[in-house]
């Protein structure tokens, strides 16, 4: 055993089969409420500002109640503060903070009620007026969904976690029509890993969601727009300038939503109540810019067809920053995603009046995708996703160099997103570089201690306690040898400390008591797979042996080596070399052209 039987996938086993069989069922159900969740956000919608049942979605810009219009947020505010009170407080916020919790802090449990009491919330916020989209809370829901599933069968952790993400995935992919974009969230916000184990299930959730939508909602793409001309250099330096103006935006208006939570915290009232004074807020900017009010989704697509004055987009972003800051900042239940696209792709069309280079829809487009990247600090989601909105294959290298821009800008301008500053207010750091652990790529061979002290089957069990009393250093452990040199058994540092404590008589020999080894590594494989098999097994060193004949020592591995193998990592890592250098290699030339002229002339 070593090397040569470890594969590139370790965690790859058969329960994939049975947990993607149980995905594909979450991704169809997701797909189901991720239309139904539509549907009733066009049925309030057309309810409170329109007073008709119907279940289009509309939206509530063309109203005609005048100043009741104001109130129409504050009732829609109020009702989800009585719901989050009465019902459950989990159904408050944009849906994907709330998947991160669980998954950190409740190991990917979620209350069964939550899946109810969460699109019901959001379609009464949204179908009231409320700046948001449908995607969080279908995330959140898809999300209860795979979790209550999780929960109902005999599933690791790992696996509930997977079904969670699924449902998520599959209800953004069910709602804008983005498979490919749902599981790059998956990846970069929620699975905290790049496994086949998880990525499967998730991708084909994501992919049965999509299937889905078509015979619901139908397969076009929800922002469909012209291909856009073919980029050249000068657009891609223009694009990474927007991409610059997306990420401050973005900086701007995650500080700008954290202050309003932070400013409602300090209301003498009680927290059911701010959704209702969010929602006043609401109603007067929506008041001033009817366009601002609720998901908002044929607004985006104005924007992107550049059928949009310049003065109406920039009094656009200014009221929907404003009312979607301050109303998330309540507590109310909304989405995230589609605000954003309209911020962003508004603030786009404004640039695209100066910008010299490319098309309004083009800069719409590339501000969209960059504020979303640089929001979520997901760059791969918000290129991808963008593309997947519009089918404008033409933007993708622009789209790119603006995310990535907006990303770059995020980084160092804000320490965490608008999604993981939330629980990291609750006291969980989350952790986004993602990476081979160290330990993969350091062989035992090269940690494991070479001078270990073997004894012989017969060797005093009390002699060689009090000799590891009297030491200065002690040795890991013992492996124990037979007379032929054989390794018979192995006594750990901690195994050795228990026998000390029983105070064995005189006559115990290390043969009597030495286990067999529970557990061993071998010098070609790596330090990782030998460290969790030591961790399996709870011991704190194991010998290292020969491939070719596991009863003969080669050496022991301890925690201690484990660590430093971390140690040196860190040291290669902070070490600053020069392994080339340019005027080292022109005098080397030089001199190489002297010497061949000197022997030139001598001949």
Excluded at 94 to 99: D, L, M, Q, S, V
Excluded at 121 to 129: D, F, K, P, W
Excluded at 170 to 177: K, P, Y
Excluded at 467 to 490: F, I, N, Q, T
């Amino acid at each position: 055993m070593g090397v040569d039987t470890l594969g590139d996938f370790a965690t790859a086993n058969r329960r994939m089969f049975f947990v993607s069989a149980i995905a594909v069922g979450v991704g169809l159900a997701s797909a189901l409420i991720a239309a139904a969740l539509l549907y009733l956000i066009g049925f309030f919608t057309n309810l409170f500002f329109y007073q008709r049942v119907s279940f289009a979605l509309v939206s509530p810009a063309a109203n005609q109640l005048g100043y009741l219009e104001i109130a129409v947020p504050v009732v829609g505010g109020l009702i989800v503060g009585l719901m989050a009170r009465y019902g459950s407080e989990r159904i408050r916020g944009h849906g994907i903070p709330e998947a991160l919790e669980a998954i950190l802090i409740n190991k990917s449990k979620i209350e069964p009620k939550v899946t109810v009491l969460k699109p019901v919330s959001t379609a009464i916020s949204i179908g009231t007026g409320g700046p948001f989209g449908a995607e969080g809370p279908i995330i959140m829901t898809g999300g209860s969904l795979g979790s209550v599933l999780g929960q109902m069968l005999k599933l690791s952790s790992p696996e509930r976690r997977t079904l969670l993400v699924a449902g998520a995935a599959a209800g953004m992919a069910a709602t804008f029509n983005s498979p490919v974009a749902a599981v790059l969230l998956a990846v970069e916000l929620l699975l905290f890993e790049w496994r086949p184990r998880s990525l499967i299930p998730v991708g084909l959730a994501s992919a049965t969601a999509t299937v889905a939508r078509w015979s619901i909602l139908g397969s076009a793409p929800l922002f469909p727009i012209a291909l856009t001309p073919s980029p050249d250099l000068l657009v891609m330096l223009e694009a990474g300038l927007v991409g610059v103006v997306a990420g401050s935006a973005a900086t701007l208006l995650t500080y700008a939503v954290y202050a309003c939570e932070d400013a409602f915290k300090m209301l003498p009232l009680h927290w059911m109540w701010w959704p209702a004074i969010g929602g006043l807020v609401v109603g007067l900017g929506g008041f001033v810019a009817p366009m601002a009010l609720g998901v908002g989704y044929g607004t985006i697509d104005l924007l992107l067809l550049g059928k949009v004055a310049v003065e109406t987009a920039a009094v656009l972003v200014l009221v929907k920053s404003t009312i979607w800051s301050v109303s998330l900042g309540s507590g109310t239940s909304g989405g995230v995603l589609a605000p954003l696209l309209m911020m962003g792709a508004s603030l786009g069309l404004l640039e695209s009046s100066f910008l010299p280079q490319g098309v309004p829809s083009l800069w719409a487009l590339v501000s969209m995708g960059a504020i979303v990247g640089g929001t979520m600090r997901s760059p791969f989601t918000g290129a991808i996703f963008t593309l997947e909105l519009t089918n404008d294959v033409n933007a993708l290298p622009p789209l790119l160099v603006g995310v990535l821009a907006a990303y770059f800008v995020t980084l160092f301008t804000m320490k965490r997103s608008i999604l993981t500053e939330k629980v990291a207010r609750k006291g969980v750091h989350v952790a986004r570089e993602y990476g081979v652990d160290v330990l993969e790529q350091v062989p035992v061979a090269k940690v494991m201690h070479r001078d270990f002290e073997a004894v012989g089957q017969d060797t005093a069990l009390d002699a060689l306690l009090s000799r590891r009393a009297g030491a200065e250093s002690k040795p890991a452990g013992h492996p124990v040898l037979d007379a032929d040199g054989r390794m018979s058994g192995y006594l750990s540092a901690g195994d050795l400390e228990k026998l000390a404590r029983k105070a064995p008589g005189p006559d115990i020999t290390a043969g009597e008591l030495a286990p067999a080894p529970r557990a061993v590594a071998y010098p070609n494989e790596p330090t990782r797979v030998a460290a969790d098999r030591m961790a399996e097994v709870d011991s704190d060193s194991i010998p290292v042996v020969d491939p070719s004949d596991p009863h003969r020592v080669l050496g022991l591995l301890s925690r201690d080596d484990v660590f430093n193998a971390r140690v040196m990592w860190f040291k290669e890592e902070s070490k600053l070399e020069r392994h080339l250098s340019v005027s080292h290699w022109l005098s080397r030339r030089f001199r190489r052209g002297r010497g061949r002229a000197a022997a030139g002339s001598e001949k």
